[in-house]
């Protein structure tokens, strides 16, 4: 085991990468929707990935824990293979990195604290008393011990959305990946998901976010990262990304964001 | 009038008939439940296979569901029970009927599931993935609870269908049901065995019918 990671900025300059892709590429038949990304997350960063619809974030994203199977290149993982696994090898691999969907994707069958401790039970083989304990704890981070026994249809997309926060914490990743986390969501209801990421940010968690949520990045992100068609067009600190964009595409979709949203 | 119910609704025939009755319900039941559990068990095995990316597993599962389903079941059975002997496979009659009904019954719950399986959003299988768990466990635990819920009135409908498909067994004297009632007929040339054995039927499946129709109706509301 390494040592607890801290977030404090000297550790994020001198630790390794927490997430490193190297030349990424992903092709679905002879269309290439990357190519050759190159991105890496430090220990406790928060990297905010933005770009036009279609320009791959979400594939990129995919790809780190395989859900996408990477046409080429690598992914390590506080230095480990991610690429490389295959088989029970790739699901442990998973635990540790951990995913939030644009659609929530709890179970509808299953209870929320169910939701929060399967994987918990199955796959990291937590005795049950201890995956519940860890579980409520989870919860209760989100704001939800209180609906442990409610039913996934019972709460609001927000709830939904920090339920599956907490499935995903609850088998204590090195890594959050989150994909449009708030994208589905009514927008009184978006913040309190920002919140609780903005929380988890604040205790050191390294976490990579595809997202519109443009406010968010401004405050929130160690680092933004522009994708447009395939490939990181620009990336940097987010007040030279959005007050100072250097290249014509960012340019570009930086005025559209602004005229479509306030 | 008279004569009708006195051919079709003698009690006293009934009673008479019953024990006889009794023992084919017996036969009826077990034939059912082995039928039934080895479809569910069989069909669950060739939907996967079916909705398999391996074109090893896919192709042959696709074939034998849709050669099974076409076949008529009578003549399945016949062939089972007739022909086999030929190729030196004598079987009892209920082996027989069971293989027969297997077959058929297999390639119908696995349409079933095939359908439920891929009634289930696929992002529920990926969330399961992306939290380690592994391709059996995701189908234990998230893909086939749903799967199931969401086809429950067509598991239930099919049921119903290999209970009465059982009575074809007559055709091979197995003393099931149906055969027994038959026999009670042609014994006391009198049709009220059968009229009993049609209410026998009825009790079994009428709750299963009315299930069915509450699933159906609750599946609309929500």
């Not at chain 2, 192709?59 to 016949?78: S, Y």
């Amino acid at each position: 085991m390494t040592a607890a990671i801290s977030p404090t900025p000297s550790a994020k300059v001198h630790a390794r990468p927490m997430l490193e892709i190297n030349k990424l590429g992903k092709s679905f038949g002879t269309t290439e929707v990357l190519t050759s990304i190159d991105l890496s997350v430090r220990p406790g960063e928060l990297v905010f990935v933005i770009g036009p619809s279609g320009s791959g974030k979400s594939t990129m994203l995919r790809c780190c824990n395989r859900l996408e199977e990477p046409s080429s290149g690598t992914i390590l993982l506080d230095g480990e293979h991610v690429t490389a696994c295959q088989g029970r090898a790739l699901d442990k691999m998973r635990l540790k990195i951990g995913m939030v969907f644009q659609g929530f994707h709890l179970y509808p069958h299953k209870s929320v604290l169910a939701n929060v401790m399967l994987a918990q039970v199955k796959a990291l083989k937590r005795s049950k008393a201890d995956a519940k304990t860890r579980a409520i704890e989870m919860l209760e981070h989100v704001g939800l011990a209180h609906k442990a026994e409610s039913m996934p249809s019972e709460l609001s997309g927000g709830q939904q959305q920090r339920v599956a926060i907490a499935r995903a914490l609850a088998l204590d990743p090195k890594v959050m990946l989150f994909d449009e986390p708030t994208s589905a969501l009514d927008p009184e209801l978006v913040g309190s998901v920002l919140k609780v990421m903005k929380q988890l940010r604040e205790e050191g968690m390294t976490m990579l976010v595809v997202s519109h949520e443009m406010e968010f990045a401004r405050e929130a992100a160690d680092r933004v990262v522009f994708m447009d068609g395939g490939v990181v067009v620009e990336s940097g600190p987010p007040e030279e990304i959005f007050g100072n964009p250097q290249s014509p595409r960012l340019q570009s979709f930086l005025s559209r964001v602004n005229r479509g949203g306030e | 009038m008279n004569d009708f119910i006195d051919l079709f609704f003698n009690l006293d025939i009934m009673a008479q008939a019953w024990p006889l009755l009794l023992k084919g319900l017996i036969v009826t039941l077990q034939l059912c439940g082995v039928v039934i559990g080895l479809g569910l068990v069989g069909g669950l095995l060739l939907a996967l296979g079916a909705l398999s990316p391996r074109r090893w597993l896919k192709w042959p599962a696709v074939g034998f569901i849709d050669l099974f389903r076409a076949l008529p079941p009578l003549v399945l059975l016949v062939f089972v029970f007739s022909g086999l002997p030929f190729a030196g496979l004598d079987l009892s009659p209920f082996v027989a009927v069971v293989i027969a009904f297997f077959l058929n019954n297999s390639a119908y719950f696995a349409e079933v599931f095939r359908a439920g399986i891929q009634s289930v959003p696929k992002g529920q299988a990926e969330a399961a993935r992306a939290t380690g768990l592994s391709q059996p466990q995701t189908l234990a635990h998230v893909v086939l609870p749903q799967a199931v819920r969401n086809v429950l009135p067509d598991l239930l409908s099919n049921t119903v269908e290999v209970v009465k498909l059982t009575s074809l067994a007559s055709v091979v004297s197995l003393s099931e049901l149906l055969y027994s009632a038959n026999m009670a007929r042609s014994v006391t040339y009198n049709s009220s065995p059968l009229i009993l054995a049609a209410l026998v039927y009825l009790a079994i499946l009428w709750p299963l019918v009315r299930l069915i129709s509450r699933y159906q109706r609750g599946l609309a509301v929500h």
